[in-house]
């Protein structure tokens, strides 16, 4: 029963790639080239960010540390320091990773409001870090002069081959997601989000999966953040803070809680969306945050669920068609 599922998800996700690669060839330029790697980039974090909220059902408003985290670490390693590029992203993904594991005791034993709060307090303290710290990362004029990334000699110094990198990274992310979903962990993430006292009844390891999960999701956070790095060649304290740790979420409950394909398609969509609207100009808030509501309203289980009730209409029409 496992191969057929591993396989479903693999040819899934293959074909995701093959769409990916093609997206390039229907841009007009190198400009919107950008927005699709800052997209692919945001989807990765969310995903990570879906498999904490949508799956176990555990909040988090602090997300955007992890990814600051990440990227100061590769900065700070491979300028300061200068230790090779590989190096330094290892060590952005490890400390995102640690930070997390070290989190997660307190704060994994709350719930609620107060989970939310307590994420919202560390992302704080972290920005806060970010912009105080300036002789180690740059203060609030941010850290410049990072390294392009370089890989088994190869420089991925073109926004084409950037994007050919992000997509196949993304492919992995989404592979993995899926695959996870649909193991043995996955299944006990699910039911604690469900009910933690009935899934520890049934035999389910709460604080180990809760851990496991979130450290997870920040690792994933971590390595967009070392990848969002040697992108821009330029990281500041801006980009981590508790504002686009809203977007990430809202990223993920437009997209679908609990869809990984929905994570994807929220992060495409907000990350393009300030962008379509900058015809604008001083009302493109505005009109930002009417779209937002109303896509809120409209579909309340997120672009994924909309997508799967349009196609089911479209079946049921095509069979009524049919008998007549």
Known sequence: MKRPILGQNAAQAALFFALLLAVPYGLPNEYYLSICILGSLNAVIAVGLNLLMGYAGQVSLGHAAFYGLGAYATAICTTRFGLPIPVGMAAGVTLASVVAW????????????????????????????FNEAVDLT???????????LTLLGHAFDSD?????????????????????????????????????KAASSLGVDIAAHKRFVFVLSAALAGLAGVLYAHYLSFIAPASFGFSFSVQLVVMVVLGGMASVWGSVAGAFFLTALP???????D???????AILVLTIMYLPDGLAGGIKRLSRKLRRTEVDDARR
Not at 275 to 281: D, I, V
Not at 283 to 289: E, N, R, W
């Open 160 to 196: 084409r081959g950037y994007y050919n990198l992000m997509a196949a990274v993304l492919t992995l992310v989404v592979l993995l997601a899926l695959n996870l979903m649909k193991s043995r962990t996955g299944r006990a993430l699910r039911a604690l989000h469900v009910s933690e």
């Open 102 to 129: 070290i989190v997660a005791a307190p704060t994994l034993k709350l719930k609620g409001n107060y989970l939310a709060m307590a994420t919202l307090g560390f992302g704080i303290i972290v920005s806060i870090v």
């Open 138 to 148: 740059g203060g609030p004029s941010g850290f410049v002069g990072i390294p392009r």
């Open 283 to 289: 009302i493109d808030i505005l009109v930002y945050g």
């Open 275 to 281: 962008e379509a609207l900058r015809e604008f100009e």
